[in-house]
């Protein structure tokens, strides 16, 4: 099993569609948590942390759920400007190695 | 500028060169990472160092030697490349656990 998983999609939506990603991941003594995105052939972004009691942004919300191991990504009134991919990140520490680990990445399409 | 920048942007090499990618940033930060990435498999870890004394290899190291020469600058050196080291590499830096990325380095090794 990957240490973080995520559906790679793509999830094609109209704008203006409120659309969510998950991302589980294996290890339960994983710290820190992150949304990134990335656009094609350009280098991954930073989001938004994710923080144990939720967090927004703007027209993004990020949960942690801990019972379930996985992250969430919430993206309200879809632009087509959020068509890109979004890699979750987390941070294993007792892996020995404080270095963050990526899924592979939802591909998100917005369409017209 | 940008505060991560990588060189070269592009590469296209042969199949048992050596060749060398270059990474320098200005945020000061102490700790510095490389990735690759293929389609469908993400960003995989290299190496990283969190200071200029300081070398890890990460989960793909095989093939691939880094050298931290400053605080400022972490280079990826491929000694004899292979057409399975075709990938887009990157470069990060980071003072916490958040990690901020330069542009790229496409390197294709025929």
Same mark, same amino acid.
């Given at each position: 099993?990957?240490?973080?998983?995520?559906?790679?999609?793509?999830? @094609?939506?109209?704008?203006?569609?409120?659309?969510?990603? @998950?991302?589980?991941?294996? @290890? #339960?003594? #994983?710290?820190?948590?992150?949304? !990134?995105?990335?656009?094609?052939?350009?280098? $991954?972004?930073?989001?938004? &942390?994710?923080?144990?009691?939720?967090?927004?942004?703007?027209?993004?919300?990020?949960?942690?759920?801990?019972?379930?191991? !996985?992250? &969430?990504?919430?993206?309200?009134?879809?632009? +087509? &400007?959020?068509?890109?991919? !979004?890699?979750?990140?987390?941070?294993? $520490?007792? =892996?020995?190695?404080?270095? +963050?680990?990526?899924? &592979?990445? =939802?591909? +998100?399409?917005?369409?017209? | 500028?940008?505060?991560?920048? *990588?060189?070269?942007?592009? %590469?296209?090499?042969?199949?048992?060169?050596?060749?060398?990618?270059?990474?320098? *940033?200005?945020?000061?930060?102490?700790?510095?990472?490389?990735?690759?990435?293929?389609?469908?498999?993400?960003?995989?870890?290299?190496?990283?160092?969190?200071?200029?004394?300081?070398?890890?290899?990460?989960?793909?190291?095989?093939?691939?030697?880094?050298?931290?020469?400053?605080?400022?600058?972490?280079?990826?050196?491929?000694?004899?490349?292979?057409?399975?080291?075709?990938?887009?590499?990157?470069?990060? /830096?980071?003072?916490?656990?958040?990690?901020?990325?330069?542009?790229?380095? %496409?390197? /294709?090794?025929?």
């Amino acid at each position: 099993r990957k240490e973080v998983e995520q559906d790679p999609g793509p999830f @094609n939506v109209p704008e203006g569609a409120t659309v969510a990603f @998950n991302c589980t991941y294996s @290890n #339960s003594a #994983s710290q820190s948590f992150f949304w !990134y995105r990335q656009d094609c052939r350009k280098e $991954p972004k930073l989001l938004m &942390s994710v923080y144990s009691s939720g967090n927004e942004d703007g027209r993004f919300t990020a949960q942690l759920n801990r019972a379930s191991q !996985y992250i &969430s990504l919430l993206i309200r009134d879809s632009k +087509l &400007s959020d068509s890109a991919t !979004y890699l979750c990140a987390v941070l294993h $520490p007792d =892996t020995g190695r404080r270095a +963050l680990t990526f899924g &592979s990445g =939802t591909r +998100l399409q917005v369409q017209p | 500028d940008a505060d991560v920048t *990588q060189t070269p942007r592009n %590469r296209i090499t042969k199949t048992g060169k050596r060749i060398m990618l270059e990474c320098s *940033q200005t945020k000061g930060h102490d700790r510095m990472y490389w990735y690759r990435q293929d389609p469908g498999l993400g960003l995989r870890l290299i190496y990283y160092s969190f200071d200029v004394k300081d070398i890890n290899k990460g989960e793909i190291s095989d093939g691939y030697s880094v050298s931290r020469q400053a605080q400022a600058k972490f280079s990826l050196s491929l000694e004899s490349a292979i057409p399975n080291q075709t990938a887009l590499y990157f470069c990060a /830096t980071s003072t916490t656990d958040t990690q901020y990325f330069g542009p790229g380095t %496409r390197l /294709t090794v025929l």
